[in-house]
């Protein structure tokens, strides 16, 4: 089993930064896809970002591209989303996730159902 727990949403202002954190523990030798995804009131979790824990695959959506950036910390157990140039678009409930022992193919966000161990989430506000 893994548990994922984010951290670090918060309100900011238009323009502004923050970094999500996604703590993984348990089993997480057998993590293999890491994927960030967010959800506004009604509608569909989006996947945003993700990647393949060996390097292998990176994903980032549009909507972020060039300005979201993962990364992870050396032991592997953190997973981080740094988010630059914040719009109010950008408001949302932000969720991580975790596939194991999967090939690149599943890491891709777009199909969250690949995605079984998810956090709590953690909420941004961004104000115009």
């Known amino acids: 089993q893994v548990q994922l727990a984010e951290s670090g949403g918060g309100s900011v202002q238009a323009g502004g930064s923050l970094r999500l954190s996604c703590l993984v523990s348990?089993?997480?030798?057998?993590?293999?896809?890491l994927g960030w995804f967010r959800q506004y009131p009604g509608k569909e979790r989006e996947g945003i970002a993700g990647l393949h824990t060996g390097g292998s695959f990176t994903y980032y959506a549009d909507s972020v591209k060039g300005r979201f950036a993962l990364s992870q910390d050396n032991a592997g157990n953190t997973m981080y989303l740094q988010m630059n140039s914040l719009q109010p678009e950008d408001t949302a409930l932000y969720y991580c996730?975790?596939?194991?022992?999967?090939?690149?193919?599943?890491?891709?966000?777009?199909?969250?159902?690949?995605?079984?161990?998810w956090g709590q989430g953690t909420q941004v506000t961004v104000s115009s």
């Open positions: 348990g089993y997480t030798s057998a993590v293999n896809c």
């Open positions: 996730a975790a596939v194991l022992t999967a090939s690149p193919h599943f890491c891709n966000p777009t199909r969250p159902s690949s995605y079984r161990y």
